[in-house]
């Protein structure tokens, strides 16, 4: 006779059939949207400064000179035209040709200031400036420096945490509203034996989703492997424990699918913006940083590139695998104690 652990674990595993559209949502879609994101943000040459230079006296001599540099695309329009491209963001700055020559940029946009330098450089150069030091730039295109490769660890995360919380978070809850749980009221079945199979049936699902993102960003963008792969599947289990453990917790007193979804939500929506998946955590503040970095999923995040991109060790990525442990450990026991079977 089996074990009861043995059979939620089959479950765990037999369920999805029953949702198809969980093959989607758990395999494709994250290798579509890094397919979408590596297309957007491939590696290639800038696009030129856009630049609006204000009719009038000078504007031609100006609009020729900013024409010899191949960085700058410059348009000529009227007071009116330019402050409405400007204000809407079709050109990066503005020029009022006169004496002195006037810029008109947000310094809060990067591409501004940016724009603001090329132009200023291109404007002086046409009138005559030179360098007193000669400089040679060399252009450096390493793999391992590109978007995608910074992304595809954030997109690995980040599918992580969404099998944890919604694959076990949603099932329990709906099980419970579909009056399921209650019925194991009946039974010897124990809650520890109840979510552990949770668990590890969420840990069969857990390779096949990194194989196909891995596979996929390397055979479509050359994304590649840096560390040791056993040392990237010990970092992988951590975090799928840790958030499968948060997902436990947060499903052990929810009675709807409403209510499951909004804690989903509310966990979800800030380590989505906080822990770097689509850009560096180091844009926020310096007083965020020691809260960002206990999140469970920036310590994964952080841990994922570290290997992949760096071929960091076991031991430099321990600080990481601390926070997913307790994080994991913590929702789990929490959820062994609020757990309801109605």
């Known amino acids: 006779m089996s074990s009861p652990l043995f059979e939620l674990w089959r479950y765990r595993l037999l369920e999805p059939l029953r949702w198809p559209e969980t093959i989607f949502w758990t395999f494709l879609f994250p290798a579509l949207l890094a397919l979408a994101l590596g297309i957007a943000f491939r590696q290639q040459q800038p696009d030129p400064a856009a630049v ?41 700055i503005q020029v009022v040709p006169g004496t002195p020559l006037r810029y008109r940029f947000d310094p809060t946009r990067p591409e501004s200031s940016l724009a603001h330098l090329t132009v200023d450089t291109a404007v002086q150069r046409g009138r005559g400036r030179t360098d007193p030091v000669a400089t040679v730039a060399d252009q450096v295109t390493a793999r391992g420096a590109r978007y995608i490769d910074f992304l595809v660890p954030g997109l690995l995360g980040f599918n992580l945490m969404g099998g944890g919380l919604w ?27 109840y979510l552990l199979g949770h668990m590890l049936g969420r840990l069969v699902f857990v390779p096949l989703e990194v194989v196909t993102l891995l596979v996929f960003s390397w055979l479509i963008f050359g994304v590649g492997l ?19 453990g948060l997902g436990t917790l947060l499903a052990s007193r929810a009675q709807t699918l409403e209510t499951m979804s909004g804690l989903i939500n509310l966990c979800t929506m800030p380590m989505m913006l906080l822990s770097g998946v689509f850009f560096s955590t180091s844009r926020f503040p310096d007083f965020m940083q020691p809260f960002i970095r206990l999140l469970p999923l920036t ?42 079977w109605t």
């Open 52 to 92: 609006a230079v204000v009719a009038g006296p000078g504007a031609a001599e100006l609009e020729q000179a900013l024409r010899r540099d191949p960085t700058v695309k410059v348009t000529v329009l009227d007071a009116a035209a330019a402050d409405r491209a400007l204000r809407l963001g079709k050109v990066a």
């Open 167 to 193: 694959g076990l978070g949603w099932a329990i809850t709906d099980a419970r509203t579909h009056r399921l749980l209650k019925r194991f009221l009946a039974t010897p079945m124990r809650r520890r034996d």
């Open 226 to 244: 840096s560390g040791s792969p056993l040392t990237l599947a010990v970092v992988i289990i951590v975090g799928a424990l840790s958030f499968a």
């Open 299 to 340: 310590a994964l995040n952080d841990a994922l590139r570290a290997i992949m991109g760096d071929g960091a060790s076991l031991l430099a990525v321990a600080p990481q695998l601390l926070v997913l442990a307790g994080w994991g450990l913590l929702s789990f026991v929490l959820a062994l104690r609020l757990f309801r």
